[in-house]
């Protein structure tokens, strides 16, 4: 008897809103039931994968059995929700869901912070954007505060705020890398540490490391993204090969010095 067809998500493997999608799988116990096919960004896309987003770049997409195509992980995330419904992740309770999706709300504008600090490229804008950043985390540990002050999770356990925000906590490991960023040991930032560090640890999200991140995201934190190359350079930190694994910890001062693809082991 022939398999069924799966559903295909064509992806970046590094990407956190591809992650999200891998999260949400896990807590379903379902990680296998997608088909993730690799997309290299460090080359153009290819013409049957244009054809398919009709000319978008932006991953990941979802492809059904019959050929269909969503765009947008949040999109992505619900549709895999509604397609797999057991185990939930998101709120059955209508309340409980919109406070969820009020959360989720505020991902975006967090997203759009913590990379635009790591692309910068002038030392005089620091302070600035680590106050923005800061204000970002409040911004969260005020929303905590007022739905769930005790707890450690949003509501009852890793749902799906924690499953929007956990990869982008991973990502911000360039922030601590590169930037030495973190959040102070201060009252407007408690409980968002409390979630933040309970997210990380969490068995479902443990597709990335920070050693991963770091030296994956190098590129960005030099202000070139998505495979983009630097002046100088003849790879893009996102290569495949060599595997990130083998390569040395990329230098640390963004500022201060370029590193040449012989020092990042490319």
């Not at 290299?40 to 770049?57: C, F, H, M, S, Y």
């Not at 970002?136 to 005020?142: F, G, I, P, S, V």
């Not at 929303?143 to 002050?149: Q, R």
């Not at 060599?242 to 370029?258: A, C, E, L, N, V």
Request: with cysteine; aromatic share 12%.
């Amino acid at each position: 008897m022939t398999a069924p067809a799966k559903l295909i998500v064509h992806h970046i493997p590094v990407c956190p809103f591809s992650q999200r999608l891998e999260i949400l799988l896990a807590l379903k116990g379902l990680r296998d039931q997608v088909d993730f096919r690799v997309v290299d960004i460090t080359q153009p896309r290819a013409e049957w994968l244009l054809k398919k987003t009709r000319g978008t770049t932006a991953l990941p997409i979802l492809e059904t059995p019959e050929g269909r195509i969503l765009k947008e992980s949040l999109v992505i995330l619900q549709y895999l929700e509604d397609v797999f419904p057991q185990p939930a992740v998101a709120q059955a309770d209508p309340y409980r869901r919109a406070v969820e999706n009020m959360m989720t709300r505020l991902e975006g504008e967090f997203c759009t912070q913590g990379y635009v600090f790591v692309m910068n490229q002038n030392p005089e804008r620091r302070e600035a954007l680590r106050e923005g950043m800061l204000k970002q985390y409040a911004r969260l540990n005020d929303f905590l505060m007022e739905h769930a002050p005790d707890g450690t999770y949003l509501l009852d356990d890793f749902g799906w705020a924690e499953t929007v925000f956990t990869p982008f906590f991973m990502r911000f490991w360039f922030l601590e890398y590169y930037e030495d960023f973190d959040l102070p040991h201060e009252p407007p930032y408690e409980r968002v540490r409390r979630w933040r560090d309970a997210c990380l640890a969490h068995p479902a999200a443990q597709q990335v490391s920070k050693e991963e991140i770091v030296k994956l995201y190098y590129d960005y934190a030099k202000g070139a993204g998505n495979g983009a190359l630097l002046p100088g350079r003849q790879r893009s930190s996102f290569v495949f090969e060599p595997d990130w694994r083998g390569r040395p910890w990329p230098p640390k001062d963004k500022y201060g010095h370029s590193a040449t693809d012989e020092e990042l082991g490319l």
